[in-house]
């Protein structure tokens, strides 16, 4: 190939400069695209990416070959083929997942994340929309407003999208009709108002065929709004709000190479900053004054939402990541119970009173929701009454969290408002949230403070509280071991209280029956009476089945480490129904009695207990004198003839 | 103040980066030489300045790396002070795992795949950062910026965390491990521009230079060195190349390019109608071949 002259290759530095400088300066809109099953959204993005010269000729190429293969358009180019990825899905026909593609044009850089508009897939298109500026929601000209479109717009709205361009497609099958077109805008308007949607840019479109995409169509004269490309190129960025709030940083990491340096990095969240400026800490309320913004490149004068940064304060205040550093006139709350929004991801339902990790902006905590206020439909957006959330679930819940953190209402900041819940177990991402408001603002809580303590209590006992938490099948022998415990305990002088389920769920929860919710719920309060038993100074044996180690460990939550002493006692599930003493295994086999735990309700084996009695080698005696022995070696107990000896002593 | 586009990409990766070293015991960046790891790399030396990088590079070579890579990669780790883990498979390196013999497939699966796995397991990285963006391949697209793998490294594209606003899951349990991929929503412009405005170095392969290749199967493939035999009538000749992507010189093709400035490269990425993964012989192995790899552990 022969070089280029001189002259050429000044041409082609001084032509890609000004275009470097002019994409330079491109800002960058991130949207979602929704719609229903066949409404033609992988073909319209399809589209934009071809319209905006985004396609490689291999790629195009490729495309040609799966169309033959897979494509639904006959010889011609199936543009959904460029989309939709994954090998399994292209079988089904649909798109399951949250894709994402990349365009750009003169003006700006665009991220899509298309998103499924199949009925069980709402969780995916929460996800998407929680990154996006805007929604394009497509409505086939000739269905007008479905179930599926008011679902999409209530989310749309529901994470915090304010605009809407409304894409009605396939124009070319309803004759570019002005008159279906407004008809379903209309009907679209009406119904977007009541979800306070009010910036909403209808678009006559044939995504197929390719009119009003880029090009003004000559079939649609009588409209004079821009094309979707127009409109995507012009409007306003998410990104301009949030320069508008008051500042805030996460602290991500503490940054320390060595003694002379402590810099806090993060991600700015709202606002911006400049080195001088006075701060507060939160939640700990502390203040100081920026020093400097670390970079690089040299320190910054001042830095804006959405830079990830790295400054020092001018007089040391101890914070650690999960602290929160915000301006001083216009700081965050803090609180550790919120009423929120919560879409629920997962196949195994939320309960509440069930123990989840909780991760918002930097903190990851201990959570639990503490009830659902109600559930919301999302297609006909009525208020249900819910004792769980299922799959793709969204409810209104109060929700509390283990220690104070600060935070923003949702609709004021998406970084410090919006979180994520985890499953302690499995680890998976299982719902998403958003924050509303503080159910009762930490600095108005004043613990009551009273003189006469748990440990004064216990001291008058002569004993230290604890709970004895018993789990194991029905007729593993909980309640005779806890029961000769208890007589042991008795004996030596202490003060007990056993917690069973004859003493329990015949009065405090005789309200509750057996489903998942239920158990959860039972055992939950069973925990808090446990709680206040200990904190009356009493040694606490709770007898209950107790299948589920979510609520097991949320039990132990609740109290100090060395107060609760978790007791396995194991037997096969063949032992114990052979022993059957209250003929409840004979009733489950009959069908009479359902979910019961080992035969069709789960028991989760303890991990690690504190104590494992295996009661098909060891009698209820010798389990007993282990379990006081257990509790003896590990000071849990004092030995009664230790007791005495301080007693004489201090006598 | 609105930010620009690659201003809000390099605070995106900062902010995943950070987020790792917060949340992960002991994380690792895969470190391929190429363009985007060398944009990767400069990303994280911005993220934790005035620190140390947190964390050590690996880099998995398959023995048939273009030398220039090995000399740049050896240059960038002394000049910015770097920790480096280079790991080859030694049961490929002893069976003599050669990409003209095997062919591609199994030299990929050997040397990249497994050698991958056996480092991360060797060394106990529970993260590992790499360079992929969505914008590559279809089924990247649908990759999550933090990726989880099973403890025999799996990918299971039917089953991956939701991931919302900036919250990343980082939690798993011991065995599992997480691909972190800080570039997902760059493209291959982006990395040029950020090339260019940062100054990043990178791999002179990428400039155009006379260099030897035959041409094989439709693609040039570069004589870096005497182990590739040439096929009866094939004769090496010298030719104005440059690499748009670089791994394996035997899996690699160039492009005839008089492009050896950035701005001209940039000129050429504007223009071209050729995507990058195309000189790369390992995607063309079969329908949807880069999401099996992806499920057996390949980056």
Known sequence: ?651 | MNLTHLQRLEAESIHIMREVVAEADNPVMLYSIGKDSSVMLHLAIKAFYPAKLPFPLLHVDTAWKFREMIEFRDDTVRRLNLDLVVHVNPDGAARGIDPFVHGTAIHTHVMKTEGLKQALDLYGFDVAFGGARRDEEKSRAKERVFSFRSAQHRWDPKNQRPELWRLYNARKHKGESIRVFPLSNWTELDIWQYIHLERIPIVPLYFAARRPVVQRDGVLIMVDDDRMPLHPGELPCMKQVRFRTLGCYPLTGAVESAADTLPAIIQETLLTTTSERQGRVIDRDGDASMEKKKQEGYF
């Open chain 1, 1 to 651: 190939m022969p070089q280029p002259s001189a002259i050429d290759r000044d041409t082609i530095a001084l032509d890609v400069e000004d275009r470097l400088h002019a994409h330079q300066h491109k800002g960058l809109l991130r949207f979602i695209t929704c719609g229903s099953v066949d409404d033609g959204k992988s073909t319209l993005i399809g589209r934009l990416l071809y319209e905006s010269k985004t396609l490689f000729d291999d790629q195009i190429t490729a495309v040609m070959a799966d169309s033959k293969r897979w494509g639904t358009q006959g010889e011609a180019l199936d543009f959904a083929l460029l989309v939709d990825g994954l090998a399994a899905e292209r079988e089904q026909g649909i798109t399951i997942d949250v894709a994402y593609r990349f365009f750009t044009t003169d003006r700006r850089k665009f991220i899509v994340a298309d998103t499924p508009g199949h009925e069980q897939y709402t969780r995916n298109m929460v996800t998407a929309a929680s990154t996006a500026d805007a929604a394009v929601i497509l409505i086939d000209a000739r269905k007008g407003v479905l179930t599926q479109t008011r679902r999409h717009s209530y989310l749309a709205s529901l994470i915090g999208i304010r605009r809407v361009v409304l894409a009605i497609n396939k124009m070319d099958l309803v004759d570019y009709s002005e008159q279906v077109f407004r008809a379903v805008e209309t009907q679209y308007r009406r119904f977007a108002d009541q979800l306070g949607l009010s910036d909403v840019i209808a678009i006559p479109l044939s995504a197929l065929e390719g009119d009003n995409v880029v090009e003004a169509s000559e079939h649609t004269r009588w409209y004079h709004g821009p094309t979707l490309m127009g409109c995507l190129e012009t409007l306003p960025l998410a990104q301009e709000q949030r320069l508008r709030q008051p500042f805030r940083l996460p602290v991500q990491w503490v940054n320390r190479p060595n003694q002379e340096f402590r810099g806090f990095a993060g991600t700015i969240a709202g606002g911006s900053i400049r080195s001088g400026e006075p701060i507060r800490v939160l939640p700990s309320g502390r203040t100081s004054r920026i020093g400097r913004i670390v970079s690089h490149d040299g320190d910054l004068d001042y830095a804006v939402a959405g830079q990830s940064i790295t400054l020092t304060l001018d007089e040391e205040v101890d914070i650690s990541r999960g602290d929160m550093i915000a301006g001083i006139g216009d700081p965050p709350e803090v609180a550790d119970q919120f009423e929120v929004t919560l879409v629920w991801m997962h196949d195994d339902p939320m309960m509440p009173g069930r123990d989840y990790l909780l991760k918002i902006a930097t903190n990851t905590i201990g959570a639990s929701f503490t009830g659902i206020k109600y559930q919301v439909n999302v297609n006909t957006l009525e208020r249900l009454a819910a004792k769980r959330l299922d799959l793709n679930a969204i409810g209104i819940c109060n929700l509390a969290v283990d220690r104070s953190i600060a935070f923003d209402p949702y609709a004021n900041n998406a970084d410090t408002g919006g979180f994520i819940v985890i499953d302690r177990l499995s680890n998976n991402t299982v719902g998403a949230g958003l924050i509303h408001f503080a159910l009762r603002r930490s600095h108005n809580i004043h613990v009551h403070h009273l003189d006469v303590d748990k440990a004064a209590r216990s001291a008058a006992k002569k004993q230290k509280a604890c709970v004895l938490w018993f789990t194991g099948y029905s007729a593993s022998g909980k309640s005779t071991i806890a029961n000769l415990v208890e007589k042991e305990l008795h004996a030596a002088g202490r003060h007990t209280y056993i917690l069973d389920g004859d003493n329990v769920r015949h009065g405090l929860n005789k309200d509750l029956g057996f489903t998942e919710a239920d158990r959860v719920e039972n055992i939950r309060r069973v925990a808090e009476v446990a709680k206040l038993m200990a904190d009356a100074g009493l040694i606490t044996l709770v007898s209950f089945i107790s299948p589920f180690r979510s609520e097991r460990r949320m039990a132990r939550n609740l109290l100090k480490p060395d107060e609760f002493v978790e007791i396995f006692v194991d037997v096969s599930l063949e032992v114990a129904e052979q022993r059957d003493p209250k003929g409840l295994y004979r009733k489950v086999r009959s069908g009479e009695l359902r979910n019961f735990t080992g035969i069709d309700s789960p028991y989760e084996t303890p991990e690690a207990p504190d104590i494992h009695i295996d009661t098909e080698t060891a009698s209820a005696i010798e389990a007993a004198d282990a379990i006081v022995r257990h509790l003896t070696e590990h000071g849990i107990i004092k030995s009664p003839l230790l007791d005495s000896i301080d007693e004489d002593l201090t006598q």
